[in-house]
């Protein structure tokens, strides 16, 4: 199946700070890119998403840019606050009723 | 509004003895249902699919199966638990035909003593 690549597995930054998390894949067909958050022993939360015909999407401190050509997508959280502390995950939609996940960032914000 | 409700929150089993998790789907029809497993610190594994009534696609063979009475239930089950089934077992629903994100329950987290 199609495998998506998630970079980096950890990151800590200091409170106000930005993050970025990168994902690359390589099916061509996939049109769909959500990001997903998961707190501690919750489920994990929709927080943005971006079809292929956008390039980039923002919603207040959270932002998605999508390059299709290269195949790889990023989230981006600015000022980042110690509630952002959170396991983020991409994911990609090859197929209609299939969704493949990347392994996860655990992205730690120190106030 | 949709809502998914999944339980038991939590469950610890022997080894040996057999196991369900229920999952249902209020206020959409003919969604797309999904089981997934989540091991410690780890990312998420899909186990079935489901688009229609008693139509369920594995993706990893184990000991686990799942089954889907009705159009809106999801019942995740095993006869003899193993120690590698400890881990967050996560139901998910999507729009039928695939369209949007995949909307998780609060997940059943399992424990095999």
């Known amino acids: 199946g199609e495998n998506v690549e998630q970079h980096p597995s950890t990151l800590s930054v200091q409170e106000g700070d930005s993050a970025v998390i990168k994902c690359t894949y390589s099916d061509s067909a996939s049109n769909y890119f959500p990001w997903y958050k998961q707190e501690l022993g919750k489920r994990p939360q929709l927080i943005i998403d971006i079809r292929s015909n956008v390039g980039e999407k923002k919603d207040q401190r959270i932002a998605v840019t999508l390059n299709k050509t290269a195949k790889h997508f990023s989230l981006h959280i600015t000022e980042t606050q110690p509630e952002d502390s959170a396991v983020y995950f991409c994911?990609?939609?090859?197929?209609?009723?299939?969704?493949?996940f990347g392994a996860g960032t655990r992205l730690t914000v120190k106030p | 509004s949709q809502t998914i409700h999944q339980w038991p929150a939590t469950l610890v089993q022997p080894v040996g003895s057999p196991l369900s998790l229920e999952c249902t789907v209020e206020?959409?029809?003919?969604?797309?249902l999904y089981w997934y497993r989540q091991a410690a610190g780890r990312g998420l594994q899909l186990l079935f699919y489901?688009?229609?009534?008693?139509?369920i696609s594995s993706e990893v063979p184990q000991n686990l199966s799942a089954s889907r009475p009705q159009d809106r239930q999801f019942i995740l089950s095993s006869k003899k638990l193993l120690l590698s089934d400890s881990g967050f077992y996560l139901c998910?629903?999507?729009?039928?035909?695939?369209?949007?994100?995949?909307?998780f329950g609060d997940g059943t987290r399992l424990s095999i003593l």
């Open positions: 998910a629903w999507s729009v039928g035909g695939g369209d949007g994100p995949q909307h």
């Open positions: 994911a990609l939609r090859p197929l209609s009723y299939d969704m493949r």
């Open positions: 206020g959409t029809s003919n969604p797309n």
């Open positions: 489901s688009v229609g009534i008693g139509q």
